[in-house]
């Protein structure tokens, strides 16, 4: 039997890897995957049990139903002060992953270039490659708090570049976009005529002062821009596989028609769930709230201990510690570590070649647990 080349080239991720040897052993604190702990309230289960209930359960228009459209073109036009048509230039997606997905493959052709920030979300580069086109890595570093240099940016650039994906909040580090460069990627954008992927789905979860700024609130950036967010971090709502795009409404229509291929459509019981959450049924203070507790916690704690460190997350639930004093590249201390003191978390190198010196955890516990797990990595690092 016949194995195409382009699923040859998809390795499968180390933070499955990790989560998947935790499964196998008893005890375990697992921080690998970005999965919140939080229930969604009881006004948005039931929105979804009574369409389940009412047999609201078959397939719905491709790009969604109108009145799930409407609503996120309203919350789009509250938040971002943009005009928005839910009609053409809305479509909900099955998850933020296939909204991605669906505007990766209808805006690049074999041999396009695709900018993405390092360390990176690792399943943009796979879905560049499973869309044919080349993903092109620029790096950011540490000591510069992650910051993009627009330089960088504007010398990987080629004729064949045709999309730049950013991701503000960032996963993993935790760190924001500055509105500078933001203004920057804009203008490289605008000038070039290239497309801008906006991945916000962590943009409700920032903490302390900070604001969250958007590509989006540029001149002449609401027609180059394919904005993805999802129920999944917002709202704590990751198995309702929901999420969705705003942007140019010939890209939401080729996605539209895409999305009519590949999953038809999202799953019905989960956008009534979504209408109700998006209405204000979910209390996102709350959410930040839990996190930002949760953060400030393993900040501390991680910090404490010895060989180790982090810059503190301003939003996401994640934090990218620096494990270079231990000696061991991330896949080994992130074994070794499951192995000694049963706690998982996720190789740096998962997110870029450049980042095995680091560790990504999720801090999705809660504080009585994420305790447990700074004290077993405390004792880990210390018996090196
Ligand atoms: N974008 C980023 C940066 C993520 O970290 C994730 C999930 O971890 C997603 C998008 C997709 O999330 P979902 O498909 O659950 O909406």
New binding site residues.
Partial sequence: MKISRKSNVIEPSLTRDLFNRALKLGDVINLTL?DPDLPPPQSVRNAACDAVQKGKTRYSANAGLLELRQVIAESFTREYGLPCNPAEEVITTV????A?YLALSSSIDPGDEVIIFAPY?V?YVQMVRMNGGIPVIIETNESDGFAVDPRALESRLSDKTVAIII?TPC?PTGAMLPRPVLGEIARVARERDLLVIS?E??KSLVYDDGEHFSVLSFPGMRERTIL?D????KFAM?GW?L?WAVGPKELVAAMTKMQENVAACAPLPSQYAAIEALKGGTNIAYIRETFAKRRDLIFQKINECPRISALKPSATFYIFVNIRETGLKSLDFALKLLESQHVAVVPGVTYGKAYDEYVRIAFTHDIGVLSEACERIRRFVEAL
């Avoid at 999802?230 to 971090?233: R, Y």
């Fill in positions: 970005g998850g933020g992953m296939e991605l979300y399943n991701n996963n991945d789905v962590y993805v999802s129920l999944s971090k990751t596989r999420g």
